[in-house]
């Protein structure tokens, strides 16, 4: 063997692709594997027409998240229903936002109509409007896949963000507050 | 017959499973295209399944967009793009030769160069090795003159023989 010194250091060549191997998986271990990357950050809120949970006489169409009529607000979209779990821990939250100031827009997302009404009637309603959705037909074309989900949506009617799962204050700092500001600053300014 | 009856149980258990998700198409020749489809695409919810095995609701919409989808006419690739369009490229689990994903479809066959690479590295190694372990140890005057004796060479003789007689 000691006639071939390239070999002793072939031996080492295991050991550094074990290393490799054990850093990429070490940085994967904060990665959530159940946080898809989104398809629709950076495109126009797509097309829709459908009832509004209250006053199903109202319909609520993707005009409504265009600049004119939305008066080029910066608005938050929550997806949310009643048999979602992690919508009871992250509505106290969104009621918070919503005497802040920041505008919401609900999305019922499959959900049977009086039991949603009788959810915000019992826990407060933070959102402008409601959009029912109980066939998840707009939920399929933003590409949801549970609920919550929330979107930032900016004054022209462009997603801005994407969050899957619970907006708390941890994210909402993190994420939204922000960008969020910007946009309002931005929205302002035109 | 105990084979039997449980052969036909677990046929009779198939057809009942089978029925729970009938899809009714107005023209038959869709439904194998429907069928590859909810194969190959993957279920965003339930991570490691596809649409045609998860039951999940995300499943069971997506699975009746599909269905949808090609009643309207839309070409297979045409359904992808629309999926990938909001669900991103995730839920293709035959993804696309990209920028991105070329790695994916690389890295098989490059691992397999090289482990044929290094397969013949040892191969060599061991042809050379083995040169070197023959002329290790310098030989004896006798053997030097005479490798094998009258007697040796005799049972060398009758031991290839033998083996020659096995092998055959």
């Not at chain 1, 265009?66 to 779990?85: D, H, M, P, Y």
């Amino acid at each position: 063997m000691s006639s071939y010194p390239m070999n002793r250091l072939a031996l080492f060549i295991p050991l550094i692709l074990c290393i490799a191997l054990g850093g990429f998986l070490f940085s994967s271990l904060d990665k959530d594997p159940q946080e898809l990357p989104s398809a629709l950050v950076g495109q126009t809120f797509p097309d829709f027409s459908l009832e509004e949970l209250n006053d199903s006489q109202r319909r609520v169409s993707s005009a409504d998240f265009r600049g004119e009529s939305k008066n080029g607000q910066v608005v938050l979209v929550n997806i949310w229903a009643t048999w979602c779990f992690a919508c009871r821990i992250e509505h106290p939250y969104l009621n918070g936002l919503a005497e802040q100031g920041v505008a919401i827009i609900g999305l019922n997302y499959k959900d049977n109509r009086l039991l949603a009404q009788q959810w915000l009637a019992e826990r407060g309603d933070p959102y402008q409007m409601t959009i029912f959705d109980p066939q998840g037909t707009l939920g399929i074309d933003l590409g949801v896949y549970g609920a919550p989900e929330t979107y930032l949506v900016d004054a022209q009617g462009i997603i801005r963000h994407r969050r899957v799962g619970v907006v708390d204050e941890r994210i909402w700092n993190k994420e939204f507050r922000d960008l969020y500001n910007q946009l309002v600053e931005q929205a302002s300014g035109e | 017959m105990v084979n039997k009856l449980c052969l036909g149980l677990l046929l009779i258990s198939c057809e009942l499973f089978a029925s729970a998700d009938i899809v009714e198409f107005s023209d038959e020749e869709l439904r194998p295209r429907y069928q590859q489809l909810i194969a190959e695409l993957r279920c965003p919810k339930c991570q490691n399944q596809n649409l045609a095995d998860s039951n999940s609701p995300i499943s069971v919409d997506l699975r009746r967009q599909v269905q949808r989808l090609l009643e309207e006419g839309m070409s297979n690739q045409q359904i992808k793009a629309y999926l990938t369009s909001r669900y991103s490229d995730f839920i293709l689990y035959r993804p696309q030769v990209k920028q991105n994903t070329w790695f994916l479809w690389i890295a098989p066959i490059a691992l397999l160069f090289l482990g044929l690479l290094i397969l013949y590295r040892i191969s060599q190694r061991q042809k050379s090795t083995d040169g070197i372990n023959q002329s290790v140890g310098e030989p004896t005057e006798e053997q030097a003159k005479d490798p094998l004796s009258a007697d040796d060479q005799l049972r060398l003789r009758e031991l290839l023989k033998n083996t020659n007689g096995d092998s055959n």
